[in-house]
């Protein structure tokens, strides 16, 4: 029972004091003391706590439950299911907790609702991502394609940062490395070179490979990830077709590359034979120094007229290119076809033959361009087969005085679709050139400067309408020039498959495949070296009785004259006088160079191949 003046009072009539209403945050942390139930604080024993007087808490009315008050009372239990107020249920549930909002350091603001109240926003306790909008077929395409370009992209956007970043970070290292590889090509051609060993080919195949369906595993795992099942039927049709092709669109270039390489393995494999040449063995024991200690190489470079009415090689275009292994400076000896009596070493079998010269005892026969398909011929003299080469090679070294290492047969018909596999050459023509037959009936090539056909070049440099066979000469050299300045690196990595395949159709070599790096890197040089030239034709040499002696000092003094280029052009720069000595051209003949194909003008000393033919 309850007076009016609130105080309780007993069933025997005896008052009680009144006691305080608990506060809430009057236990420990600002939390209710209670035990571990949540009922309130009884002091460890099961009966009330004493208050701050040290009075202990009045006990319940006999007969009355425990946790209920007494009608008429105050004082309120504080445990499990009660409130601060009367008449408001607790939001603590039975978990003994009071309200967020009198939980210490997170004061709730009156009139603002908790999170887990406001109406229109859920709490998800799933991982799943959360897109900011929903996406749209093109916005699927958009971040697929865009994964094509930076690979991870399409991952980030899904939520998946870590795949993505990851991705990311890889592609970013192989940006990298490729940087690093194109500045040193770039900065160096020759270190390309390792790209011409067989093994380095077969890797190239492998990345190339394995790249490809990376990024076809990286194209699909990004759209995938971005969830094309949340489009409609139409939009994930049309965006998987486009995937599909995005695919086969990006794995294009690696495929390109991996075909290039088998087709450049291939075309070497077919040129260049896997073993020396067993008359002249040179294995390449240092990888250092794969010339074997060399100071130059020399290089025999003929032009065949074979054809399918014609029987044998006749080696109608005969050049020696001599080649400074340090420099890259090279002279190009040019000899007449019809150079008589030529003789041959004592090494030669062939010597034995013709002590004196070959076909000394035929008055107008014996030529040079003979010797090849004699030796082929008669394979009891020259102790087997297909001993041509070698037979020219020993005639040749003994008629200039150097030691010929190694040769390239070129068919000239053949020559013909190599140059239309580049596109065509660009020669600076001084007269009309006619050509086809005896008469020269099929065309006239004009004069000026003119971009000729493969057809066209191969006949600028065999007609003979109109000329001699030492004109003819000057305009071969002047096709082998524009050759090897205008087949650049572009250019044949553009018709790489066409260049490859004439290649295979038009050429035969003894250089073995183990020294095709070495002589990539050489032909970096040589393309970037200077290149002189002599022939040796009338009236300074006479083919038909030819001064042996005499071609072998102008031969020596030609190399010797190519080494010196750097230190003349120093000296002119200080020089009063701006004369030029020994056979390189005066600068004033730079604006007429030397007419072709006359004879009389050809100049007996070595000139450069830009003033002579205009390139």
């Known amino acids: 029972m309850s007076n009016r003046d609130g105080v309780d009072t007993t069933p025997e009539g005896r008052k009680r004091r009144p006691t305080r209403r608990s506060r809430p945050n009057s236990g420990t942390n600002g939390k209710p003391a209670s035990d571990a139930n949540g009922a309130a604080a009884t002091g460890g024993t099961g009966k009330p706590a ?5 009075t202990p808490a009045p006990k319940a009315p006999s007969g009355s439950a425990p946790g209920k008050l007494v009608a008429g009372s105050a004082r309120r239990p504080s445990g499990p299911g009660t409130s601060d107020k009367p008449g408001k249920p607790s939001t603590s549930g039975k978990s003994g907790k009071p309200p967020a909002a009198s939980r210490p350091g997170k004061p709730g603001k009156p009139g603002k609702p908790s999170a887990a109240s406001r109406p229109g926003k859920s709490r998800s306790g799933s991982g799943a991502p959360r897109f900011a909008r929903p996406l749209t077929p093109a916005s699927v395409l958009g971040w697929t394609a865009l994964s094509a370009i930076v690979p991870g992209a399409a991952h980030l956007r899904a939520g998946h940062r870590r795949t993505g970043l990851a991705l990311i970070s890889v592609y970013a290292v192989l940006l990298l490395i490729v940087l690093a590889m194109g500045l040193s090509v770039a900065g160096d051609l020759a270190n390309a070179s390792w790209l011409a060993n067989s093994s380095n080919m077969m890797l190239v195949v492998v990345i190339a490979s394995v790249l490809a369906l990376a990024w076809f595993a990286v194209l699909t795992t990004s759209y995938v990830a971005l969830g094309p099942n949340r489009l409609d039927q139409q939009g994930q049709i049309i965006t998987g077709i486009v995937v599909g092709v995005l695919c086969v669109a990006v794995m294009s270039p ?26 002249n063995p040179q294995a390449t024991t240092n990888p250092e120094d794969p010339w074997n200690g060399k100071d130059r190489v020399n290089f025999l470079l003929i032009g065949g007229d074979a054809a399918g009415n014609r029987t044998g090689v006749r080696t109608d275009s005969m050049n020696v290119a001599s080649v400074d292994l340090k420099t890259g400076a090279t002279v190009l000896f040019s000899l ?9 070493p004592a090494s030669s079998p062939l010597h034995k033959q013709f002590p004196n010269g070959f076909m000394a005892e035929l008055p107008n026969g014996g ?34 005085g150097l030691k010929i290492d190694y040769y390239m047969l070129m068919n000239m018909y053949g020559f013909a679709d190599l140059v239309d596999a580049i596109g065509g050459l660009k020669i600076k023509v001084e007269q009309d050139v006619k050509w086809g037959g005896l008469y020269g009936t099929a065309g006239t090539i004009k004069a000026g400067y003119r971009k000729l056909t493969g057809e066209q070049a191969l006949w600028y440099g065999r007609s003979r309408v109109g000329s001699d066979d030492f004109s003819r000469m000057s305009r071969q050299r002047c096709v082998i020039g524009a050759f090897a300045q205008q087949a650049t690196p572009t250019v044949i990595l553009s018709r790489f498959e066409k260049i490859a395949g004439a290649a295979k159709r038009l050429a035969q070599t003894n250089i073995p495949e183990s020294l095709l790096q070495p002589l990539v890197e050489l032909a970096v040089k040589v393309k970037d070296a200077k290149i002189t030239s002599l022939q040796f034709v009338p009236p300074e040499f006479y083919s038909g009785r ?22 003349r052009a120093q000296t002119a720069n200080v020089s009063a006088s701006p004369s030029v000595t020994g056979s390189t051209p005066a600068k004033p003949r730079t604006a007429t160079p030397t007419q072709t194909p006359t004879r009389n003008t050809q100049k007996a000393g070595a000139q450069s191949l830009d003033e002579l033919c205009g390139l």
């Open 50 to 54: 004493p208050d701050a007087a040290g």
């Open 546 to 567: 030819p001064d042996w002696a005499k071609i072998r000092v102008a031969t020596r003094k030609a190399i010797n004259d190519s080494l010196r280029p750097a230190r």
């Open 367 to 400: 030529l040079l361009n003979e010797v090849w398909q004699y030796a082929n011929d008669n394979p009891q003299l020259m102790g087997g087969k297909n001993r041509g080469p070698r037979a020219l090679m020993d005639a040749i070294g003994h008629t200039l």
């Open 254 to 279: 690696f495929a390109l590359t991996a075909n290039y390489v088998v087709t450049a393995r291939d075309a070497i494999k077919s040129i260049f034979p896997s073993v020396p040449d067993p008359d």
């Open 336 to 344: 007449p076809r019809n150079m008589q009596h030529v003789r041959f």
